[in-house]
Protein backbone atom coordinates (compact mmCIF):
# COMPACT_ATOMS: atom_id res chain seq x y z
CA UNK A 1 0.00 0.00 0.00
CA UNK A 2 0.92 3.35 -1.13
CA UNK A 3 2.93 5.62 1.79
CA UNK A 4 1.01 8.79 2.62
CA UNK A 5 3.15 11.99 1.96
CA UNK A 6 2.40 15.45 3.92
CA UNK A 7 2.90 18.47 2.51
CA UNK A 8 1.76 17.80 -0.77
CA UNK A 9 3.66 20.94 -1.67
CA UNK A 10 5.79 23.39 0.37
CA UNK A 11 7.24 26.94 -0.41
CA UNK A 12 10.47 28.16 1.49
CA UNK A 13 12.86 31.14 1.43
CA UNK A 14 16.56 30.31 1.80
CA UNK A 15 17.52 29.65 5.72
CA UNK A 16 14.75 28.15 6.20
CA UNK A 17 13.39 24.80 7.72
CA UNK A 18 11.36 22.25 6.65
CA UNK A 19 9.81 18.80 7.49
CA UNK A 20 8.64 16.27 5.00
CA UNK A 21 6.10 13.69 7.26
CA UNK A 22 6.11 10.18 5.24
CA UNK A 23 3.46 7.29 7.09
CA UNK A 24 3.11 3.93 6.04
CA UNK A 25 -0.09 1.71 7.32
CA UNK A 26 1.88 -1.61 6.77
CA UNK A 27 4.74 -2.82 9.13
CA UNK A 28 8.16 -1.62 7.43
CA UNK A 29 11.42 -2.77 7.25
CA UNK A 30 13.00 0.31 6.30
CA UNK A 31 12.10 4.13 4.60
CA UNK A 32 14.37 5.36 1.90
CA UNK A 33 14.39 9.17 0.84
CA UNK A 34 14.76 10.35 -2.47
CA UNK A 35 15.19 13.62 -3.99
CA UNK A 36 14.17 14.24 -7.70
CA UNK A 37 14.49 17.60 -9.97
CA UNK A 38 12.16 17.81 -12.55
CA UNK A 39 13.08 15.35 -16.22
CA UNK A 40 15.84 13.62 -14.19
CA UNK A 41 16.02 10.52 -12.00
CA UNK A 42 15.23 10.09 -8.43
CA UNK A 43 18.40 10.47 -6.37
CA UNK A 44 19.10 8.40 -3.11
CA UNK A 45 19.32 10.77 -0.15
CA UNK A 46 19.35 8.23 3.19
CA UNK A 47 18.18 5.35 4.23
CA UNK A 48 16.17 4.47 7.41
CA UNK A 49 16.27 1.03 8.88
CA UNK A 50 13.49 -0.05 11.94
CA UNK A 51 15.15 0.24 15.02
CA UNK A 52 13.93 4.44 15.08
CA UNK A 53 17.27 5.75 14.03
CA UNK A 54 17.54 9.21 12.87
CA UNK A 55 20.44 9.99 10.03
CA UNK A 56 22.17 12.80 8.99
CA UNK A 57 23.28 14.19 5.34
CA UNK A 58 24.80 17.27 5.24
CA UNK A 59 21.99 19.55 6.13
CA UNK A 60 19.66 17.14 5.89
CA UNK A 61 18.26 14.39 8.17
CA UNK A 62 15.65 11.51 8.96
CA UNK A 63 13.82 9.40 11.42
CA UNK A 64 12.19 6.60 11.67
CA UNK A 65 9.36 5.65 13.84
CA UNK A 66 9.05 1.75 13.72
CA UNK A 67 5.97 1.67 16.44
CA UNK A 68 4.04 4.53 14.26
CA UNK A 69 4.98 3.37 11.11
CA UNK A 70 6.49 7.04 10.20
CA UNK A 71 9.32 8.53 8.81
CA UNK A 72 10.25 12.63 8.95
CA UNK A 73 12.81 13.71 6.91
CA UNK A 74 14.18 17.28 7.86
CA UNK A 75 15.73 20.39 5.95
CA UNK A 76 17.51 23.03 7.57
CA UNK A 77 18.90 26.29 6.53
CA UNK A 78 17.41 25.01 3.04
CA UNK A 79 18.77 26.36 0.29
CA UNK A 80 18.32 26.75 -3.45
CA UNK A 81 20.05 23.51 -4.49
CA UNK A 82 17.28 21.81 -1.93
CA UNK A 83 14.74 22.52 -4.58
CA UNK A 84 12.95 19.41 -6.12
CA UNK A 85 10.69 16.63 -5.26
CA UNK A 86 11.06 14.37 -2.53
CA UNK A 87 10.14 11.08 -2.20
CA UNK A 88 9.88 8.25 0.27
CA UNK A 89 10.13 4.64 -0.59
CA UNK A 90 9.04 1.93 1.96
CA UNK A 91 10.20 -1.61 1.94
CA UNK A 92 8.19 -3.80 3.85
CA UNK A 93 8.73 -5.85 7.24
CA UNK A 94 10.27 -8.60 4.98
CA UNK A 95 13.16 -6.43 3.78
CA UNK A 96 14.93 -6.58 0.16
CA UNK A 97 11.21 -5.81 -1.43
CA UNK A 98 10.47 -3.58 -4.20
CA UNK A 99 9.86 -0.32 -2.43
CA UNK A 100 6.74 1.52 -2.85
CA UNK A 101 6.48 5.18 -3.07
CA UNK A 102 4.95 8.20 -2.07
CA UNK A 103 3.21 10.67 -4.72
CA UNK A 104 6.31 13.31 -3.10
CA UNK A 105 6.12 16.52 -1.58
CA UNK A 106 7.16 19.67 -3.99
CA UNK A 107 9.68 21.49 -2.20
CA UNK A 108 10.33 25.22 -3.92
CA UNK A 109 13.64 27.10 -2.18
CA UNK A 110 13.39 31.03 -3.28
CA UNK A 111 15.99 33.38 -2.68
CA UNK B 1 30.72 2.47 -9.97
CA UNK B 2 29.22 3.55 -13.22
CA UNK B 3 25.57 4.08 -12.42
CA UNK B 4 22.40 2.57 -14.17
CA UNK B 5 21.97 3.26 -17.62
CA UNK B 6 19.07 3.56 -20.06
CA UNK B 7 18.74 3.85 -23.49
CA UNK B 8 16.93 5.33 -25.03
CA UNK B 9 16.07 8.53 -23.23
CA UNK B 10 13.15 9.94 -25.46
CA UNK B 11 11.08 7.84 -27.24
CA UNK B 12 7.83 9.06 -29.57
CA UNK B 13 5.93 6.48 -31.22
CA UNK B 14 2.42 6.01 -33.09
CA UNK B 15 -0.04 4.77 -31.49
CA UNK B 16 -0.23 1.10 -31.92
CA UNK B 17 3.71 0.40 -32.65
CA UNK B 18 5.95 -1.83 -30.34
CA UNK B 19 8.66 0.05 -28.43
CA UNK B 20 11.49 -1.53 -26.73
CA UNK B 21 13.58 0.05 -23.68
CA UNK B 22 17.00 -1.55 -22.03
CA UNK B 23 18.69 -0.99 -18.91
CA UNK B 24 21.72 -1.74 -17.95
CA UNK B 25 22.01 -1.92 -14.25
CA UNK B 26 24.94 -0.75 -11.73
CA UNK B 27 27.64 -4.50 -12.13
CA UNK B 28 27.69 -6.99 -9.23
CA UNK B 29 23.64 -5.84 -8.82
CA UNK B 30 21.55 -8.79 -8.86
CA UNK B 31 18.40 -7.21 -8.43
CA UNK B 32 16.71 -4.96 -11.35
CA UNK B 33 13.43 -3.13 -10.88
CA UNK B 34 11.34 -1.53 -13.41
CA UNK B 35 9.00 1.56 -12.64
CA UNK B 36 6.63 4.10 -14.29
CA UNK B 37 6.18 7.76 -13.50
CA UNK B 38 3.59 9.68 -14.49
CA UNK B 39 3.72 13.99 -14.19
CA UNK B 40 2.73 14.47 -10.27
CA UNK B 41 3.34 10.68 -9.30
CA UNK B 42 6.03 8.83 -7.41
CA UNK B 43 7.15 5.65 -9.29
CA UNK B 44 4.99 3.21 -9.78
CA UNK B 45 6.59 -0.65 -9.36
CA UNK B 46 6.01 -2.78 -12.73
CA UNK B 47 8.24 -5.29 -12.17
CA UNK B 48 11.60 -6.59 -10.87
CA UNK B 49 14.44 -9.69 -11.12
CA UNK B 50 17.19 -11.52 -9.16
CA UNK B 51 19.49 -12.37 -11.43
CA UNK B 52 17.40 -13.39 -14.76
CA UNK B 53 14.41 -14.61 -12.79
CA UNK B 54 11.20 -12.18 -12.83
CA UNK B 55 10.25 -12.55 -9.32
CA UNK B 56 6.87 -10.02 -9.16
CA UNK B 57 4.80 -8.47 -11.75
CA UNK B 58 2.46 -5.43 -10.43
CA UNK B 59 -1.29 -6.12 -11.63
CA UNK B 60 -0.62 -2.65 -13.93
CA UNK B 61 2.08 -4.68 -16.35
CA UNK B 62 -1.05 -5.76 -18.66
CA UNK B 63 -0.13 -8.71 -21.38
CA UNK B 64 0.81 -5.45 -23.71
CA UNK B 65 3.89 -5.48 -21.35
CA UNK B 66 6.97 -7.57 -21.27
CA UNK B 67 10.31 -7.68 -19.48
CA UNK B 68 13.18 -9.99 -19.41
CA UNK B 69 16.58 -10.01 -18.21
CA UNK B 70 18.28 -12.65 -20.32
CA UNK B 71 21.96 -13.96 -18.21
CA UNK B 72 20.62 -11.78 -15.13
CA UNK B 73 22.47 -8.58 -16.65
CA UNK B 74 21.08 -5.81 -18.70
CA UNK B 75 17.15 -5.96 -19.10
CA UNK B 76 14.47 -5.25 -21.52
CA UNK B 77 11.36 -3.66 -21.33
CA UNK B 78 8.89 -4.32 -23.99
CA UNK B 79 5.28 -2.28 -24.98
CA UNK B 80 3.23 -3.87 -27.66
CA UNK B 81 0.79 -2.27 -29.55
CA UNK B 82 1.42 0.91 -27.61
CA UNK B 83 -1.71 3.18 -26.15
CA UNK B 84 -1.82 7.08 -25.50
CA UNK B 85 -2.01 5.70 -21.70
CA UNK B 86 1.47 4.51 -21.99
CA UNK B 87 2.85 7.58 -22.04
CA UNK B 88 5.05 8.31 -19.04
CA UNK B 89 8.58 8.12 -17.71
CA UNK B 90 9.50 4.69 -17.80
CA UNK B 91 12.07 4.37 -14.63
CA UNK B 92 14.94 1.74 -14.64
CA UNK B 93 16.47 0.86 -10.67
CA UNK B 94 19.39 -2.18 -9.22
CA UNK B 95 19.88 -2.73 -5.93
CA UNK B 96 22.97 -5.04 -5.06
CA UNK B 97 20.00 -7.39 -3.18
CA UNK B 98 21.20 -9.67 0.07
CA UNK B 99 22.59 -7.65 3.09
CA UNK B 100 19.55 -8.16 5.09
CA UNK B 101 17.55 -5.28 2.90
CA UNK B 102 20.00 -2.63 4.43
CA UNK B 103 20.79 -1.55 1.13
CA UNK B 104 18.98 0.58 -1.93
CA UNK B 105 17.63 0.88 -5.16
CA UNK B 106 19.61 3.35 -7.65
CA UNK B 107 17.71 4.51 -10.38
CA UNK B 108 18.74 4.98 -14.02
CA UNK B 109 18.02 8.53 -15.86
CA UNK B 110 14.56 7.29 -17.32
CA UNK B 111 13.40 6.51 -21.00
CA UNK B 112 9.93 9.12 -21.45
CA UNK B 113 7.64 7.74 -23.61
CA UNK B 114 5.09 10.01 -25.81
CA UNK B 115 2.93 7.76 -27.19
CA UNK B 116 1.24 10.25 -30.20
Known sequence: QQPVQSPQAVILREGEDAVINCSSSKALYSVHWYRQKHGEAPVFLMILLKGGE???????????????????????????????????GTDSVLGNTPLVFGKGTRLSVIA | DTGVSQDPRHKITKRGQNVTFRCDPISEHNRLYWYRQTLGQGPEFLTYFQNEAQLEKSRLLSDRFSAERPKGSFSTLEIQRTEQGDSAMYLCASRKGGGGGTDTQYFGPGTRLTVL
Open chain 1, 54 to 88: QKGHEKISASFNEKKQQSSLYLTASQLSYSGTYFC
